[in-house]
Structure formats: C-alpha cells, structure tokens
T-cell receptor
C-alpha cells in the first residue's frame, strides 16, 4: 500500500463503547497528526506527534487518547464519546521538524464516526 | 493566532467557466501556503503549494500566487470541468514541519454540465 491508510473507514458506536482508529503511513515521514472534520467548521487539529513524541494536544477532551508506537503508526483510542463527537477523523503525515519539510501534509481517507 | 479566510460557497459554475476562489490569511512570519481538494467520501489531497512571496503553485490547470502584500493566495482555473466539483481548502503552515496546518472553512464548488 502507498500513502496514508486509515481503518476502519466507517464506525458506529454507542456512548459506552471503547473503540480505536488506526492510521498507517508508507511515506517515510516522521510526523503524524489527527484532525477532526465536522460539518460547517474548519478542520480542527487534535494531536501532533513528531518522532513518536506528542508535541501538541489541542485541548482535546480526555475521552480521546492518542498512541504513536512508531513513526509509521498512529492510533486514536475512543471511550465514552458523546453524539457531538460524530465527525470525520482524518490522519495525516509529513516530514518531521528539522527535516527540511515545507509543511505539506498528506492525508488518509478518514474514518467516518457516528456516536449514537 | 494564525487564521485563513475563504469564501464558503457553494460556488456554482457552468463547465468551461473561469474559476476564482479567494483566500486571505493572517500569520506571523512567512508561512507556506497550500490548496487542498476533497472529493466526496475521500480525504484531503494536496492540490498545490507555494512557500515564499511571489511563488506560483500550479497543478492540473489550477494556479495560485503567494501575494504577501495582500496576504492572499487565490485559486484560479481557466476552464473548469464537471470533475472539478469538490470542496477546496486553503491552508497555511507557519512552522515549516511538524506543526498543524491552519485551514479555512472550505469552499464547495459545483460545476454543472
């Protein structure tokens, strides 16, 4: 596979469930990101990992828990979500800080999450 | 903080019409600027970029010029096709690497045959 992949593509969960979103990048990048895309709102940056270290947590509620075991994989663990958390969750990757990148990020197809 | 403002639309045009989607930004320093496109049911794809003043990014017939004096990065295409129907996002990166992008709200473009 090439580029950035995300699984699952669609997820429906109840408010008491626990689920995880997975992202994998095949681009040799060192930085990975989670974004939330809701209708009528700009994309919201949630988390940034640079060389497996979390460098940004954009005031995200604790019911969202990221994990980055290596530079190629990123997870978003979900628990006790609310209906307003329903959205498209996008993963992206880029060259790491200090690696000459110009800031462009490459996105996966997203996971469409519905919380009932 | 950094911000990006773009027309939200929807913008509806006929096939072969000229397209302009306006984008202006506010940022400290010298950001890199991007246009991304999102087709239905898909993630964002990088369409073009510019990294310094007066740079012109181009791809698939689309162009945008980094105008520092007007803090703008307007997207243009001379003759649109039905297949160009999508949502277009203007974005900036202030950090140059491993920093989140700041996005506009997106412009929904509809091209009618």
């Amino acid at each position: 596979e090439t580029g950035v992949t995300q699984t699952p593509r669609h997820l429906v969960m109840g408010m008491t469930n626990k689920k995880s979103l997975k992202c994998e990048q095949h681009l040799g990048h060192n930085a990975m990101y989670w974004y939330k895309q809701s209708a009528k709102k700009p994309l919201e940056l949630m988390f940034v990992y640079n060389f497996k270290e979390q460098t940004e947590n954009n005031s995200v509620p604790s019911r969202f828990s990221p994990e980055c075991p290596n530079s190629s994989h990123l997870f978003l663990h979900l628990h006790t979500l609310q209906p307003e958390d329903s959205a498209l969750y996008l993963c992206a990757s880029s060259q790491g800080r200090g690696r000459g990148g110009q800031g462009e990020q490459f996105f996966g197809p997203g996971t469409r999450l519905t919380v009932l | 903080g950094d911000s990006v403002t773009q027309m939200e639309g929807p913008v509806t045009l006929s096939e072969e019409a000229f397209l302009t989607i306006n984008c202006t930004y506010t940022a400290t320093g010298y950001p890199s600027l991007f246009w991304y496109v999102q087709y239905p049911g898909e993630g964002l794809q990088l369409l073009l970029k510019a990294t310094k003043a007066d740079d012109k990014g181009s791809n698939k017939g689309f162009e945008a010029t980094y105008r520092k004096e007007t803090t703008s990065f307007h997207l243009e295409k001379g003759s649109v096709q039905v297949s160009d129907s999508a949502v277009y996002f203007c974005a900036l990166s202030a950090g140059g690497g491993a920093d989140g992008l700041t996005f506009g709200k997106g412009t929904h473009l509809i091209i009618q045959p």
